[in-house]
């Protein structure tokens, strides 16, 4: 399979701790976003990057958040110091920019709860 | 704004029948809208997408109508199937690569 995927699928931490989610997207795609999910809504925006750079970072995305694509490749998004309302699935998808298409594809999501 | 509700709206179909999925867009500049599925625990599944420029797109069972004067987006499926049963976002993008979701909703198929 060959989509988009990410790790840890789940995630339970405690208020405080420091959690890192990583993203692996379809190999070709040079775009890369992170979107936040809480229940019984869409996925909202949180950033972007286009090879290694960080092009767009939502105000949702606060100084406890930070995302990263050292090599252009997988991603990883960083919560420090996590808060109860973090808990949220944590949504990452890729897409091939072009003037074709911009479609994003979507992983699994890593679900996180903090207690 | 950007928020949606707590509550989705549902659609109940019977196995067999056409659905029909509305959503309302924001924005009257966006120029891309996508739909998506998703399921239980699981990421959005693209199902179809649709530029400013067109107004109806037919993939395998679904067509997306798009209607710009009253910024309104449509997703039919045909022959609906249990397996269709999930929930249904449309999205819209604009000048960016942001996507801008929509109110979900509910599909519900019963024998």
């Known amino acids: 399979d060959t989509g988009v995927s990410q790790d840890p699928r789940h995630k339970i931490t405690k208020r405080g701790q420091n959690v890192t989610f990583r993203c692996d997207p379809i190999s070709e795609h040079n775009r890369l976003y992170w979107y936040r999910q809480t229940l019984g809504q869409g996925p909202e925006f949180l950033t972007y990057?286009?090879?290694?750079?960080?092009?767009?970072k939502s105000r949702l995305l606060s100084d406890r958040f930070s995302a990263e694509r050292p090599k252009g490749s997988f991603s990883t998004l960083e919560i420090q110091r996590t808060e109860q309302g973090d808990s949220a699935m944590y949504l990452c998808?890729?897409?091939?920019?072009?003037?074709?298409?911009?479609?994003?594809?979507f992983g699994p999501g890593t679900r996180l709860l903090v207690l | 704004g950007e928020s949606v509700g707590l509550h989705l709206p549902t659609l109940s179909v019977q196995e067999g029948d056409n659905s029909i999925i509305n959503c309302a867009y924001s924005?009257?500049?966006?120029?891309?809208f996508i739909w998506y599925k998703q399921e239980s625990g699981k990421g959005p599944q693209f199902i179809i997408d649709?530029?400013?420029?067109?107004d109806k797109r037919q993939g395998q069972r679904v067509t997306v109508l798009l209607n710009k004067t009253v910024k309104h987006l449509s997703l039919q499926i045909a022959a609906t199937q249990p397996g269709d049963s999930a929930v249904y976002f449309c999205a819209e993008n604009y000048n960016t690569d942001k996507l801008i979701f929509g109110t979900g909703t509910r599909l519900q198929v019963f024998p």
């Open positions: 998808a890729s897409s091939l920019a072009d003037s074709l298409t911009q479609t994003q594809y």
């Open positions: 990057f286009q090879n290694e750079a960080q092009l767009e």
């Open positions: 649709i530029r400013s420029n067109m």
């Open positions: 924005n009257s500049a966006s120029d891309y």
